[in-house]
């Protein structure tokens, strides 16, 4: 455990702050991907059987040596760990996406990161970024799998060698770190080349000659899309920590936690909890989606789907695999989750022809939010009956939600969602007022 968490830790390190520590970064991943390269050559050659105090050591010894020559050669340092980091995530998409051979596997993983190694040479700053972050993603999935599975690190190792479930859960951490990791560190280093600007033009420059900071200036402004991103960032944090988080390992964890709940006999509040959470992050999530349907761009709407559509391929997979492992029809309810997914984009275009269409839609208060949000519960409630509906003439399955139950957990998403919108509105409203307030001020001043 206690190794699992150093690894969450460190990987969380690397992942946002790469750039901030370049030559620690390197060390340390230099120190990691020798003590995993190293010890999966001694797993395949002596097997898990003949790991003994020497195997250790001899980890070691490659661990700190790649240490040693990651902080001596930086682009030796990135090529290696892109290559590495790739191939690692390559193969996993591999083996989530089809049974292949090893032999087979390996080669077309090795190519790709063959050449993803090359072009991280050729731009070697913003590989750096990407590398730490998606290394960083990676070994930080590694340890929060080891903690949320209570395994050894090494154990998760050769699960995910062995292409065991816990390849989709480290998969999707990795992709969501990493590209978490690369907008921080991204910004990092604008920053600085920003400010190194001004500082060679103040230096020779006198300040009458307000003109010639314009490329100072113009490298400072942030494009639109990543200003958006940066004032609105916790409207994409429902759609992570719900759609990803909490429908892949919120039952898993509350089983870990409170095994009790899942004691259905007898049947008391307690055992509902479980649905009631769910219930009530998913009206936080429905607001967050309304709220940027009604005052986000269209591209910040697209990315707050990403969730989705990652989970989305994520089920398709497991279809596919299904389909083709076993046949008949187990994979219709990964099928209703990948069209669960897409529910949202569903939503977004019945709510834009609702605004076009009625007034009450359109406007820009509490309760025409409200009245957008119940639009798209209902639209989900309705394709989930549908997809019910046609599992039930497939499949004799008697798991399904009562009309009772069902109906009141509708009423608390509705509740959730009306209390986080309205905390929302309310906050863009008095930072709005803020803003004039202080416009107004400075035009009063001068």
């Given at each position: 455990m206690g190794l699992n968490l150093l690894l969450l830790v460190v990987g969380l390190v690397i992942c946002f702050g790469g750039i901030y520590i370049r030559k620690v970064c390197s060390a340390i991943l230099g120190l990691i991907w020798g003590a995993l390269c190293s010890f999966a050559v001694i797993l395949m050659t002596v097997g898990l059987w003949g790991i003994d105090d020497e195997t250790f050591i001899i980890v070691a010894v490659c661990a700190i040596a790649c240490a040693l020559i990651s902080v001596i050669y930086d682009k030796l340092c990135a090529a290696i760990n892109a290559f590495l980091s790739s191939f690692f995530l390559v193969a996993i998409l591999l083996l989530m996406a089809d049974s292949m051979e090893s032999a087979t596997l390996i080669?077309?993983?090795?190519?790709?990161?063959?050449?993803?190694?090359?072009?991280?040479?050729?731009?070697?700053?913003?590989?750096?970024?990407?590398?730490?972050?998606?290394?960083?993603?990676?070994?930080?999935?590694?340890?929060?799998?080891?903690?949320?599975?209570?395994?050894?690190?090494?154990?998760v190792f050769l699960n995910l060698m062995l292409g065991d479930d816990v390849a989709g859960f480290i998969l999707i951490g990795t992709l969501v770190l990493g590209v978490l990791g690369c907008i921080v560190q991204w910004r990092r280093l604008k920053g600085k080349t920003a400010?190194?600007?001004?500082?060679?033009?103040?230096?020779?420059?006198?300040?009458?000659?307000?003109?010639?900071?314009?490329?100072?200036?113009?490298?400072?402004?942030?494009?639109?899309?990543?200003?958006e991103i940066k004032e609105n960032w916790g409207l994409l944090l429902a759609p992570i920590v719900v759609t990803l988080f909490w429908n892949l390992w919120g039952s898993r964890l509350l089983w870990t936690?409170?095994?009790?709940?899942?004691?259905?006999?007898?049947?008391?509040?307690w055992h509902y909890m479980p649905s009631i959470i769910t219930a009530i992050l998913s009206g936080w999530e429905m607001a967050t989606f309304i709220v940027a349907i009604k005052t986000r761009s269209k591209n910040f709407c697209i990315l707050w789907m990403l969730p989705n559509m990652?989970?989305?391929?994520?089920?398709?997979?497991?279809?596919?695999?299904?389909?083709?492992?076993?046949?008949?029809?187990?994979?219709?309810?990964?099928?209703?989750?990948?069209?669960?997914?897409?529910?949202?984009?569903?939503?977004?275009?019945?709510?834009?022809?609702?605004?076009?269409?009625?007034?009450?839609?359109?406007?820009?208060?509490?309760?025409?939010?409200?009245?957008?949000?119940?639009?798209?519960?209902?639209?989900?409630?309705?394709?989930?009956?549908i997809t019910s509906f046609i599992e039930r003439q497939l499949i004799a399955y008697d798991g399904y939600t009562s009309i009772g139950e069902s109906l009141l957990l509708l009423i608390l998403n509705i509740i959730s969602m009306t209390v986080v919108i309205r905390v929302i509105y309310r906050h863009n409203v008095y930072a709005k007022d803020h803003c004039t307030s202080v416009l107004n001020n400075n035009k009063e001043g001068e």
């Amino acid at each position: 455990m206690g190794l699992n968490l150093l690894l969450l830790v460190v990987g969380l390190v690397i992942c946002f702050g790469g750039i901030y520590i370049r030559k620690v970064c390197s060390a340390i991943l230099g120190l990691i991907w020798g003590a995993l390269c190293s010890f999966a050559v001694i797993l395949m050659t002596v097997g898990l059987w003949g790991i003994d105090d020497e195997t250790f050591i001899i980890v070691a010894v490659c661990a700190i040596a790649c240490a040693l020559i990651s902080v001596i050669y930086d682009k030796l340092c990135a090529a290696i760990n892109a290559f590495l980091s790739s191939f690692f995530l390559v193969a996993i998409l591999l083996l989530m996406a089809d049974s292949m051979e090893s032999a087979t596997l390996i080669i077309i993983a090795a190519v790709i990161a063959l050449i993803v190694s090359i072009i991280s040479v050729k731009i070697y700053n913003y590989s750096f970024i990407i590398m730490t972050a998606f290394s960083g993603a990676f070994i930080a999935s590694i340890g929060g799998c080891g903690i949320i599975y209570n395994a050894d690190a090494s154990r998760v190792f050769l699960n995910l060698m062995l292409g065991d479930d816990v390849a989709g859960f480290i998969l999707i951490g990795t992709l969501v770190l990493g590209v978490l990791g690369c907008i921080v560190q991204w910004r990092r280093l604008k920053g600085k080349t920003a400010n190194g600007a001004n500082t060679g033009h103040k230096t020779t420059v006198s300040e009458n000659t307000a003109g010639a900071f314009a490329p100072a200036e113009k490298a400072s402004i942030q494009n639109p899309f990543v200003r958006e991103i940066k004032e609105n960032w916790g409207l994409l944090l429902a759609p992570i920590v719900v759609t990803l988080f909490w429908n892949l390992w919120g039952s898993r964890l509350l089983w870990t936690l409170f095994p009790s709940m899942y004691n259905y006999l007898p049947q008391t509040l307690w055992h509902y909890m479980p649905s009631i959470i769910t219930a009530i992050l998913s009206g936080w999530e429905m607001a967050t989606f309304i709220v940027a349907i009604k005052t986000r761009s269209k591209n910040f709407c697209i990315l707050w789907m990403l969730p989705n559509m990652i989970i989305a391929l994520v089920y398709l997979v497991k279809m596919f695999r299904l389909l083709t492992t076993y046949g008949g029809l187990a994979w219709i309810f990964d099928l209703a989750y990948v069209i669960a997914c897409f529910v949202p984009f569903l939503s977004w275009w019945i709510i834009r022809k609702l605004e076009k269409a009625f007034a009450a839609f359109s406007r820009n208060d509490i309760k025409a939010y409200v009245l957008c949000g119940i639009c798209a519960f209902l639209v989900l409630r309705i394709v989930g009956s549908i997809t019910s509906f046609i599992e039930r003439q497939l499949i004799a399955y008697d798991g399904y939600t009562s009309i009772g139950e069902s109906l009141l957990l509708l009423i608390l998403n509705i509740i959730s969602m009306t209390v986080v919108i309205r905390v929302i509105y309310r906050h863009n409203v008095y930072a709005k007022d803020h803003c004039t307030s202080v416009l107004n001020n400075n035009k009063e001043g001068e």
